[in-house]
């Protein structure tokens, strides 16, 4: 966890690798609770008979589900101390390169692209590159958008 003493350290990091996430185990349960809270019940996701079949050889998680996860992962690898509050703006470019199969570990790596002041506070981008454990292709690439307010 690398902890920034406010906006300025932070400032100082624009442009470099922040670190990584701890590893998160993508499980059944977890892809069907997903599946449930959005009504995406594609086979390939909550059927693991017919998935076995199929051209990943198990089930895989929602592309979202995925993206879902950065949050969590993200909170992880770096904090900003002296805000009154961050949140999520949104995200810009997102793609999904590789599935995640059941089972898999997944990690983010957070890189800070940018760092803006705005109306409403601070704009921080940082594009998150989601890994699977022993895989060459990432799960999810995506510039994620924070307003961080001090």
């Known amino acids: 966890m690398r ?20 590893w998160h185990t993508v499980t059944q349960e ?3 609770q997903f599946a449930e809270a959005t009504g995406d019940h594609q086979w390939i996701h909550v059927d693991p008979e017919k998935a076995a079949a199929g051209p990943f050889g198990k089930t895989v998680a929602h592309g979202f589900l995925t993206l879902s996860l950065v949050p969590m992962l993200t909170q992880q690898v770096y904090t900003v101390q002296g805000l009154s509050m961050g949140v999520n703006y949104g995200t810009d ?13 997944i990690r983010a790596g957070v ?16 594009r998150v ?7 060459n292709k990432p799960a999810c690439v995506a510039d994620s958008v924070a307003v961080l307010v001090p």
């Open 3 to 22: 902890v920034f003493q406010g906006l300025t350290e932070l400032e100082a990091a624009v442009g470099t690798h922040l670190g990584f996430s701890g």
């Open 30 to 32: 977890q892809i069907d």
């Open 93 to 105: 470019k997102v793609r999904f390169p590789a599935p995640v199969p059941v089972g898999s570990r």
């Open 111 to 126: 890189e800070l692209l940018s760092l803006t002041a705005g109306a409403s506070g601070w704009r921080a981008v940082s």
């Open 129 to 135: 590159t989601i890994e699977i454990e022993g895989s």
